[in-house]
């Protein structure tokens, strides 16, 4: 199976190219002084393909459910077939959550309702019962709009991106605010692998973090 | 490469078995009620090669550091040559960590020497710097006495054990031990792959937990 991006853009490009990897630990500081820029630098045409999808102005005849609050719908990874590779994409409405940094208390019914409502529909169209699905979100993403990821549990394959150091368990995530007050992920050092040609390794070894 | 396992018990052969994955929620008590008991009812004798490696007795040469606290090795897994494949084992003397579940505040001292020792071992040894490793706890574990996986941060093979859901950062542990008070993993509901002859299931299914 190939995917062909086009066009693609130097990000995509950076994306696909073999790297080598590299562990960031990211503490509040190095967020706040590195990563929160160089988010905010992001020209809003880098999404404009999600708030195409949110506003109801592409791929719509692919969502699978829809409310006020987010979209499920088949990732452009999954050809729509082989339910063991199952891979469907969350993506919220609220633009003011650009990252797992970003979430708090509050968001906790939002996350569970994503849980909930992907269960069912991988439930209804696929058949795939209880505990078949692994939910996550990537840390670094490769786009500030948070999106969850939602894949058949037992997908083996060479995915990079379920790796611990950067894909972070929804369903942790949910505990994780739940148990300890609204602020974890601001306070807390997240740790992660970066490909050596992601846009925040030069900037973090400016930082001293590498 | 091919490792030979011999003898091999019934809960090795489960383990290399092709196995349906089910995403079990784990909550605090489910593992009161349900993971406790089965962990206690392990015989010593299925963790007699970790003991005689912390007593002394054997695999004594290949031991890479040593303090009174663990000891950092090869796993059985690496060939001890090719450094992008590096894998390495920490193992923990203190036998009253039977896993993730048991971590408090009092063990981040523990945890961060393994880490800053991994990383100077590592350096020495093979010349890998800053940034190389990523170092992870599974939950559930294959043996419950505490010990780390260390591995070349690049290593990107379809290592099923390096997955979000049954990886867990040792950075991220760190953090969460630091920031969130003596509890944290006791109170927190876990969510995690199994494959379906792993002997929890059944155990969860009668709980209502699948």
């Known amino acids: 199976k190939i995917n062909v991006i086009c066009p693609a853009t130097e990000v995509h490009i950076r994306k696909y190219t073999k790297q080598e990897q590299v562990m ?13 820029p160089y988010i ?8 404009k393909w999600v708030e195409n999808i949110l506003l109801g102005l592409s791929e719509q005849s692919k969502v ?17 077939k082989t339910v063991s590779s199952l891979y469907l994409v969350a993506l919220v ?8 940094r970003d ?8 996350l569970s309702s994503i849980r909930s409502e992907a269960e069912r529909v991988v439930k209804e169209k696929w058949g795939l019962g209880r505990g078949a699905l692994r939910m996550y979100v990537h840390y ?32 942790d995530i949910i505990s994780l605010l739940e148990l300890e007050g609204p602020s974890v992920f601001e306070r807390m050092t997240l740790t992660y692998g970066l490909g050596d040609q992601h846009g925040l390794v030069d ?7 590498l």
Chains 1, 2 share one sequence.
């Open 24 to 36: 960031v630990r990211e503490t509040p500081e190095l967020y706040e002084t590195v990563v929160k």
């Open 40 to 47: 905010a630098a992001f020209p809003a045409s880098r999404t």
């Open 103 to 110: 979430l708090r208390k509050g968001h906790v019914g939002l």
């Open 203 to 209: 900037a973090m070894r400016r930082a001293g973090a």
């Open 93 to 100: 409405q609220d633009r003011t959550i650009r990252s797992l």
């Open 140 to 171: 670094q993403p490769s786009y500030y709009h948070f999106h969850v990821h939602i894949v058949n549990g037992n997908y083996q394959g060479a995915m990079v991106g379920m790796s611990v150091g950067q894909a972070h368990l929804l369903d």
């Open 64 to 80: 699978l459910y829809s409310c006020t609050d987010f979209m499920v719908l088949p990732d452009m990874k999954w050809d729509l």
